[in-house]
């Protein structure tokens, strides 16, 4: 390696991404229900307790679409369009059996988490029997890169109920890791052990210096909530799922929109589909 090589190397890895903390309105809040307007008051109530140490603001106001109104997709977003709401709060397989179709998120959230860029709050169905937490005091933030997504970071440390736990959390892909080293290892002029180790802590080094700087700036703002470092590496999917269940995840806040693509991002649409039973935030 030549000095220059060296310095450049030296000035990437001081060139760190820090958390800025970005604002977060939660004043209008939209309900999407296929029930009948008893079944959506009762729907909503729990939405509002699951929130409710959350909503800070002096009044909110709730918008509903239930029942007959439910009438197709395009209707939803355009009237998602006039209303512009903070926050749309609904469940999966809308105007569909749930229990037909358990592994889906239906075709409302299909288009919803694609076509708006308004948050969908998606919460157990009530025609199931699972329940809706009682409070967001544990809430975990995933991404594929961490560091430098300050408005996922910003939403999961706003939905975080005072005295709560923030959870951002970085699990490197261990099957994507193994491949690249093996081949690094068929290259003579490299030497492996030594790349492996130096890889590896410099992966995990990035998200560790990034939730640290989160860290700061939430406690240097004054938010009563407690931020909790993950960062490992796994088998991401399983491991997410693992560590949902270990801390007892109250809500998990995720992105779920790609640039280059229409399908849901990443491991985004896997968790949404199979965490039937806990509350997920796409963003």
Not at 87 to 95: G, K, Q, Y
Not at 201 to 211: A, M, V
Request: aromatic share 6%; net charge negative.
């Amino acid at each position: 390696m030549t000095q220059i090589d060296q310095f450049e190397s030296i000035f990437k890895k001081a060139d760190k991404p820090k958390f800025e903390l970005e604002p977060v309105d939660l004043d209008s809040l939209l309900i999407v229900s296929d029930a009948g307007p008893e079944q959506t008051n009762q729907f909503q109530a729990r939405v509002v307790d699951f929130l409710d140490n959350t909503l800070l603001e002096k009044k909110i106001h709730w918008h509903r679409i239930c029942g007959d109104a439910l009438t197709s997709v395009n209707d939803v977003v355009e009237r998602i369009g006039q209303l512009k709401p903070d926050l749309v709060c609904t469940f999966r397989n809308l105007n569909a059996p749930a229990t037909d179709y358990p592994y889906s998120l239906g075709v409302y959230l299909d288009v919803l988490s694609q076509t708006t860029d308004v948050p969908v709050l998606v919460l157990p169905s009530p025609h199931r029997a699972a329940s809706i937490p009682h409070s967001t005091g544990t809430v975990m933030a995933i991404a594929d890169d961490l560091p430098g997504d300050h408005h996922l970071v910003s939403y999961a440390a706003r939905l975080t109920s005072p005295n709560g736990k923030l959870l951002l959390t970085h699990v490197e892909d261990q099957t994507v890791f193994n491949r690249y080293m093996k081949v690094i290892g068929k290259i003579a002029t490299i030497d492996t052990e030594a790349a492996r180790e130096s890889i590896r802590e410099q992966l995990l080094k990035e998200p560790h210096d990034y939730i640290h700087s989160c860290s700061q700036v939430i406690l240097a703002a004054g938010l009563p909530i407690e931020v909790v470092e993950i960062v490992t590496v796994g088998h991401s999917l399983r491991d997410y799922q693992r560590l949902i269940e270990e801390h007892r995840v109250d809500l998990l806040v995720l992105n779920t929109k790609q640039e280059d693509q229409l399908a849901m991002h990443g491991l985004a649409y896997p968790l949404c589909v199979e965490l039937r039973d806990t509350p997920i935030l796409m963003l």
